[in-house]
Each structure stands twice: as structure tokens, then as C-alpha cells.
């Protein structure tokens, strides 16, 4: 059974400063793994895409990369800004849960402090 | 190109009733899934409409029921409600049911059961 988890659960850092994001998966057989943004009591914005083939997507401030052998994906954050305040959770598709489906973790709150 | 929407944004329900949310998919897209999200988890995959059929199902009571439409749009039923029912709803919709498609998710319902 795939099992999705974000360490650390909460992370507060002060504006300006470059952060990490962790997710990590305990079946590497996956097609594409996805970074959500949610603001509190919203829905999500899908923010990168990785495939399986790929090691990196990059959009704006944002660089999602994915080693699947390790079963890892982190999201960085250059030069973080107030507006970067939210939940971010990161899902895996793969062919152990049904292809269809999307398995999450349980996100990181993430605040950034002016 | 018209986004994911859901209705209602809000709902309050007591114990026992039934209830049905409604979820237009993005334009383009036949595939709609349904996921729960409670209070500070990840969401979780109910099920997934392709095509007017149920085409993979999580780990759901069968009180949760769908139906998918002609135009795409898709309905969320839920009968005999319980207070564990509260959560964000949340609606998906993508292309078609690739393993490698990119899921939008739409902005939520949130359903309060008293």
C-alpha cells in the first residue's frame, strides 16, 4: 500500500529566505508525483508535475525534483514572500493503488514572516 | 477556458440526512474523480467518473454513490449522513483516465453533519 509522507508538518521561516519542502513514498513504481498549493479552507492549485522519467520541473520561483529509486521529492522555494503562506501537499499516482488515483500527504504548513 | 467549479462553497446537514454535491469538470475533460479531505489530512480518493461509469473506487462506503452526466458534470451523493462525513470535498477533473494526466482540482464543498 502506498504510503505518502511531508516532514516537517508545519514550517515557519522569516521573508526571503530559500526553503525546502520534503515528501517521501514507500513504492517507487509510480507514473508522476504532483505539488499542491491550498489556502486555508480552499481547493488546490497544482503547482509541478513531475513524470516518472523526469529528475526535475522547474516553474518560476518554484523546482520540484524526484528520485524515485529513494522514493523522494523535494520543493524548493527561492527567496520566499508573505503571499507563499499555505499547505503544501504532494500525491503520487502509481500502479499500486489503481491508476487512477491520487495518494497524498498529509502537507506542510508552511508560513513565511515579513 | 472555464476551471473546475463546485456547488454549493458551503453546506450544513444534521445526522442521518442525505446530501449531493454538485462538480462542473474543466473544459475538455471527461474524467471526474471525488476526494475527501478532513481537517488538517490529505485528501482522500472516493471514486472516479469516466464516460458516465464508475472507473475506480477508494475505500468508501457504498452510501457514497456518483453519477456522472452527458455534459461531464458529475454529482457526489451521500446518504445517511454521519458526523465523520464532515470535510472539504473536493472535485477533480482531467483529460481522460491516464496514468500520466495532470489532475485541476476545483474549489471545495464544505460540508458541516450536526
Known amino acids: 500500500k502506498q504510503e505518502v509522507t511531508q516532514i516537517p508538518a508545519a514550517l515557519s521561516v522569516p521573508e526571503g529566505e530559500n526553503l525546502v519542502l520534503n515528501c517521501s513514498f514507500t513504492?517507487?513504481?509510480?507514473?508522476?508525483l504532483q505539488w499542491f498549493r491550498q489556502d486555508p479552507g480552499k481547493g488546490l492549485t497544482s503547482l509541478l508535475l513531475?513524470?516518472?522519467?523526469?529528475r526535475e520541473q522547474t516553474s518560476g520561483r518554484l523546482n520540484a525534483s524526484l528520485d524515485k529509486s529513494s522514493g523522494r521529492s523535494t520543493l524548493y522555494i527561492a527567496a520566499s514572500q508573505p503571499g507563499d503562506s499555505a499547505t503544501y501537499l504532494c500525491?503520487?499516482?502509481?500502479?499500486?493503488?489503481?491508476?487512477?488515483?491520487?495518494?497524498f500527504g498529509q502537507g506542510t504548513r508552511l508560513t513565511i514572516n515579513p | 477556458e472555464t476551471g473546475v467549479t463546485q456547488s454549493p462553497t458551503h453546506l450544513i446537514k444534521t445526522r442521518g440526512q442525505q446530501v449531493t454535491l454538485r462538480c462542473s469538470s474543466q473544459?475538455?475533460?471527461?474524467?471526474v474523480s471525488w476526494y475527501q479531505q478532513a481537517l488538517g489530512q490529505g485528501p482522500q480518493f472516493i471514486f472516479q467518473?469516466?464516460?458516465?461509469?464508475?472507473?475506480g473506487r477508494g475505500n468508501f462506503p457504498p452510501r457514497f454513490s456518483g453519477l456522472q452526466f452527458p455534459n461531464y458534470s458529475s454529482e457526489l451523493n451521500v446518504n445517511a449522513l454521519e458526523l465523520d462525513d464532515s470535510a472539504l470535498y473536493l472535485c477533480?477533473?482531467?483529460?481522460?483516465?491516464?496514468?500520466?494526466?495532470?489532475?485541476?482540482f476545483g474549489p471545495g464543498t464544505r460540508l458541516t453533519v450536526l
Open positions: 477533480a477533473s482531467g483529460p481522460r483516465p491516464s496514468s500520466y494526466n495532470e489532475q485541476f
Open positions: 513531475i513524470q516518472s522519467s523526469q
Open positions: 467518473y469516466y464516460r458516465e461509469e464508475e472507473n
Open positions: 473544459s475538455g475533460h471527461n474524467t
Open positions: 500525491a503520487v499516482k502509481g500502479p499500486a493503488q489503481g491508476a487512477q488515483k491520487l495518494v
Open positions: 513504492d517507487s513504481a509510480i507514473y508522476n
